[in-house]
């Protein structure tokens, strides 16, 4: 029986209401760094790897843990985090400032639509979160630990009950189950495989 945890990274200075910065950059806060250190006592085992997105806050939420047992975390970016908009285009806009942008787009609900260069489309979002369930989980090794993000882990959940991520029902289908699950800072999900090809998930801590 394979088991395979995953982490949403600490509280954010986005996920605070912070101004927009680039994605990929944006650090934790002071609460989030507290919160990554306590994974590390939560999680009492020395998982064989743990991953992360190309994203400085998982990076950030996995160092205490990996620092705990002498593990080097594997970067990978079938892990990264969608990205709604680009940054240049909200530059300076504080969270209130960026949310009826974030809410048009999602009621607009166009798989398609590209919110600026740098920003992904839902589908494309969508195929990253299936290209790691169909590639990437099969190879890893029982209690690896995954340092992932919301929407993210969101969306893997989404598809591990067999919803897709290609129509626009399939967007706001999953924009109306994301809102409905709460997945807070640092919950922690486990992935187990029955031997037998099926999987299932749910809240560890």
């Given amino acids: 029986m394979t088991r395979v945890y995953f982490v949403r990274h600490g509280e954010s200075f ?13 650090p934790l806060n002071d609460t989030g760094l507290v919160q990554a250190s306590g994974i590390a006592e939560l999680l009492d085992f020395k998982a064989p790897e743990a991953l992360v997105s190309e994203f400085v806050r998982t990076q950030q939420t996995a160092r205490p843990y990996c620092g705990k047992h002498g593990l080097n975390p594997i970067v990978h970016p079938l892990l990264n985090e969608m990205s709604v908009i680009d940054a240049n285009l909200i530059q300076g806009m504080t969270g209130i400032e960026r949310r009826p942008l974030s809410e048009a787009y999602w009621a607009e609900a166009d798989p398609d639509k590209r919110m600026g260069d740098s920003a992904d489309t839902f589908r494309e979002f969508g195929a990253r979160v299936q290209r790691f369930r169909l590639e990437l989980l099969p190879t890893l090794k029982p209690d690896t630990v995954c340092f992932v993000h919301g929407f993210w882990l969101g969306m893997l959940i989404w598809q591990e009950m067999g919803f897709y991520s290609e129509t626009q029902p399939d967007m706001k289908g999953f924009r109306q189950f994301h ?27």
């Fill in 179 to 205: 809102i409905g699950l709460p997945i807070p800072n640092c919950a922690v999900y486990r992935l187990q495989n029955s031997g037998k090809g099926e999987w299932s998930i749910k809240k560890a801590q």
């Fill in 14 to 26: 986005a996920n605070a209401g912070g101004v927009t910065m680039d994605n990929r950059l944006i």
